[in-house]
């Protein structure tokens, strides 16, 4: 066998990988971020904050400084900083005075946070299934969820694109809802204009060290009703001790955490604000030669971004049609992998399959909140409610991880050449 030969035979039959070292792992962290926190560790003052009521209740100048910064980059009247964005959802949902017993609508197709943060104040997780082409949740599926139970709805902006929020927002205004954007993975990208996460009641995004900028962990949130923000910084910061000197008299949900983020992290979060707009760009630069060097390979559909927005590829996101490739996606996905393609997977959440939904236990082993007189019905999780989101992740969906790595022109060549390898080769793929 020559060489040649040996080339194009998969890897996964024997033959040589197409990628055979690793790619250097991402990274938007340098000397700028090395010098900010630094600075801040020399201070001695690491984090500023006081759960009461005094001029150290909203945090240090880092804090302060950072929330200013991301008022002006996103355009809103209030950024409110969290240890993560895992908490900037709990606060968000009690912030909007849900209640035990009350729905909040929410896509499966998403970190499994954004529907405990519904559970976290004993409310109950109603799944809506997913447009098949942007992974958003579907209005129509969205409306045909509606209760009289329900208080709000969680969009969320996955993968690297904004749900369709004008026509979330004319459900709930139809309905008397609230809107919370879960933008952790589509920081910057654009809806009609606007920027994805700011067109909610609420918005935010994750700062966690996965995500498009990082301070390790942390999170921002947004908005631009004044009662809200109020109410959100009650929540990171112990509002039970806070609410009678500061006059509050809307106890609703006014039970506290610390969800309080340090001057550290907030000094690295400064400097990494200014680099989103070019990682966004070198994003969409290596997305868009993706997409021309993987056209044309049959049954294999690439990433598509809904009209007049943006998509700042937290996943490239692909389907396979098993019809017309002749062999399933995981078998496609073995080979891949095989000839060294880092960051694909077949599986994303379905969240409403996950145990805690499944078995309905939360809270202690009685079922609590679905079974409890809090709740008016029995909401159903049962595979079936889902249809889209469940047969992606049987069938067909293919992600590419833009997260991963650090996105070289030579690199995503020569992912496209492990695609275009195994795409020659489909003949010779059988499903066990
Ligand atoms: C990362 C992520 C979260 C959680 O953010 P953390 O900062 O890690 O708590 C929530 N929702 C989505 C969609 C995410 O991608």
Redesign the pocket.
């Known amino acids: 066998m020559s060489n040649q030969d040996f080339g194009s035979v998969l890897a996964l039959h024997g033959g040589e990988k197409t990628i055979k070292e690793k790619f250097a792992r991402y990274s938007p962290i340098g000397e700028e971020e090395v010098k900010a926190a630094s600075e801040v560790v020399s201070s001695g003052v690491l984090s500023q904050y006081l759960g009461c009521w005094s001029d150290d209740f909203y945090g240090g100048p880092k804090v302060q400084e950072f929330e200013r910064q991301c008022e002006t980059y996103f355009g809103v009247k209030h950024a409110i900083t969290v240890n993560?964005?895992?908490?900037?959802?709990v606060a968000a949902v009690g912030a909007l005075g849900v209640e035990p017993g009350d729905e909040v609508i929410v896509s499966p197709w998403?970190?499994?946070?954004?529907a405990t943060a519904i559970l976290h104040w004993n409310a109950i997780p109603v799944f809506a299934d997913i447009e098949n082409d942007t992974f958003c949740l579907d209005p129509v599926a969205v409306e045909k969820c509606i209760s009289p139970r329900t208080k709000a709805i969680m969009a969320?902006?996955?993968g690297g694109q904004s749900a369709d929020l004008d026509a979330l927002r004319e459900i709930a205004d139809k309905h008397g809802l609230k809107i919370i954007s879960?933008?952790?993975?589509a920081p910057g990208a654009l809806y009609k204009g606007k920027l994805a996460g700011t067109l909610a009641d609420i918005g935010g995004y994750?700062?966690?060290y996965?995500?498009h900028i990082h301070t390790g962990?942390?999170?921002v949130l947004v908005t631009n009703d004044d009662e809200l923000a109020d109410r959100m910084r009650l929540i990171r910061n112990h509002a039970e001790a806070v609410v009678e000197d500061k006059g509050v008299t809307n106890l609703v949900n006014m039970l506290g955490h610390n969800f309080r983020l340090g001057e550290i992290e907030c000094a690295i979060g400064i400097e990494q604000l200014k680099k989103l707009d070019p990682l966004i760009k070198s994003r969409q630069v290596a997305a868009d030669q993706l997409s021309e060097g993987l056209s044309g390979l049959k049954g294999l559909k690439l990433p598509v971004t809904r009209k007049d927005c943006t998509h700042v590829y937290?996943v490239y996101k692909m389907m396979i049609d098993p019809e017309v490739t002749g062999v399933s996606r995981n078998k496609i996905f073995e080979a891949l992998v095989a000839e060294g393609v880092e960051g694909l997977s077949t599986k994303f959440a379905n969240l409403h399959l996950l145990p805690l939904y499944q078995k309905k236990v939360a809270y202690g082993s009685n079922g609590f909140p679905w079974r409890s007189d809090v709740t008016s019905r029995e909401v159903s999780y049962e595979k079936g409610i889902c249809p889209v989101a469940e047969d992606l992740h049987d069938t067909s969906y293919l992600g590419f991880l833009m997260c991963l790595h650090e996105m070289q022109y030579s690199e995503i060549e020569l992912i496209i050449q492990a695609f275009k390898k195994v795409w020659d080769n489909l003949d010779k793929l059988v499903d066990d």
């Open positions: 993560s964005w895992t908490s900037g959802l998403t970190m499994c946070a954004s969320i902006d996955i879960d933008t952790a993975q994750s700062l966690n996965h995500k962990e942390g999170g937290y």
